[in-house]
């Protein structure tokens, strides 16, 4: 990963047209191409970026470009350049798994018509050059079906699913690869980020998947 302290201007052209004006940003540079600026503020969260696959240009080291397939362009104008440094990190696990989200994965895996009418498990902790997703599956029509699990939904693990999605999508035996979230408990925000990048948010109920009939009295 290289980090570049600079003061800096921020201009993006794409689907709509945004520009930061000059001031001291971080920039990020991910080993996968991921391009992102960032404030001293604002949690995660960058000021703008540009998700791989795309292309860097750095010829001028004054004025970088990313560009994308989908016509989008992201320049970056460095007027000093305060700290720059690469680091290598390797390859992450992802995030760990308590007991109970594990064993949620598992059976999942052993019930994933509960992710969706005739979903069929092709293999847990399929592969992906970032790190494991939990579950690849084949809908009715034979689709991929990439599977992210949590006990709790929240941005973070749809953030996650997206990285897997944009990797598996790169292979033609599985494009297009659609997404799945599945949690216990799936938070507001969470789903609304997940539905607006198309990814199908599954609420899953522990107990009932484990075969434990509820204690509460039902009318039906």
């Known amino acids: 990963m290289r980090l570049v302290v600079a003061r800096c201007t921020v201009d993006y052209e794409g689907r709509l047209q945004a520009h930061l004006p000059e001031a001291v940003r971080l920039i990020m540079v991910k080993a996968d191409g991921c391009v992102a600026i960032h404030a001293d503020g604002g949690a995660y969260k960058p000021l703008n970026w540009m998700n791989a696959p795309n292309r860097l240009i750095t010829d001028d080291p004054r004025s970088w470009r990313v560009t994308n397939s989908k016509g989008e362009e992201l320049r970056i104008t460095i007027h000093e350049v305060i700290s720059d440094t690469t680091h290598e990190m390797g390859v992450d696990p992802g995030l760990r798994k308590d ?8 059976l999942l895996a052993a019930n994933p018509d509960t992710l969706g009418e005739g979903m069929v498990l092709v293999r847990r902790e399929y ?3 970032i790190g494991p997703v939990d579950l690849l599956c084949r809908d009715p029509e034979g689709r991929a079906v990439a599977v992210e699990v949590k006990r709790r939904g929240e941005i973070d693990g749809v953030e996650q699913l997206t990285r897997y999605l944009e990797r598996l999508d790169r292979d033609g035996t599985l494009r297009p690869v659609r997404g799945v979230f599945a949690a216990q408990q799936i938070k507001p925000q969470a789903r609304v980020l997940a539905e607006s990048r198309g990814i199908r948010c599954v609420v899953v109920d522990y107990d009932e998947l484990r075969g434990i009939t509820s204690d509460e009295l039902k009318l039906f």
């Open 127 to 129: 592969p992906t050059d």
């Open 99 to 106: 007991g109970v989200e594990a064993h949620l994965q598992e």
